[in-house]
């Protein structure tokens, strides 16, 4: 073989190892990817089937089960409500009424079953999409509401 051959065929045999260690390193992050949905995306068939993401909102009140290990409640964004299960001991700040992120799957039958259950770690703790999802709910329900008044202020008349 020539030197030129040599050469090329190093320059060749490190751009393949390159690609593969690229391939890699996208694959595995691809695998540890996880998105985060509010209970009114997951309503509207936003979030995926099958696969682990993040969701996030309050506890609804009322709706904490305790059977055993597992723990059944209702997570909402004021809007939606998705029921979640968990299997396991959930952490200190988690009470209803709070802010909760889980992080799982969503099963067939519409029930959120978390892998994992996070809550909030001091008095303004929520995370930005849980906040913003929360306030987007609230401004639907004013403008519903305003819209409601002035629809009977009309029929008043």
Same mark, same amino acid.
């Given at each position: ?11 060749? !045999?490190?751009? =393949?190892?390159? !690609?593969?260690?690229? !391939? =890699?390193?996208?694959? *595995?992050?691809? &695998? ?5 949905? $509010?209970? &009114?995306?997951?309503? &509207? ?17 009322? $709706?904490?089960?305790?059977?055993? @290990?597992?723990?059944?409640?209702? @997570? ?13 001991? =959930? ?8 802010? @909760? ?45 305003? $819209? =409601?008044?002035? !629809?009977?202020?009309? *029929?008043?008349?």
């Amino acid at each position: 073989m020539k030197p030129r051959q040599k050469r090329a065929a190093i320059i060749g !045999g490190a751009l =393949l190892a390159l !690609g593969v260690a690229a !391939g =890699l390193v996208l694959n *595995a992050f691809n &695998s540890n990817l996880v998105f985060f949905y $509010t209970p &009114s995306q997951i309503a &509207s068939k936003e979030a995926p089937q099958g696969r682990t993401f993040r969701i996030g909102g309050l506890v609804q009140a009322g $709706t904490v089960v305790r059977e055993g @290990v597992t723990v059944r409640f209702t @997570v909402t964004d004021t809007a939606k409500t998705v029921p979640v299960r968990y299997e396991g001991v =959930l952490p200190d700040l988690f009470k209803e009424g709070k802010g @909760v992120v889980a992080q799982g799957q969503l099963g067939t039958d519409g029930v959120f079953t978390a892998r994992e259950v996070l809550a909030k770690h001091d008095e303004n703790y929520m995370p930005p999409e849980a906040a913003d999802a929360l306030q987007r709910a609230d401004k639907m329900r004013n403008r519903m509401a305003a $819209t =409601l008044a002035q !629809g009977e202020a009309g *029929a008043a008349k």
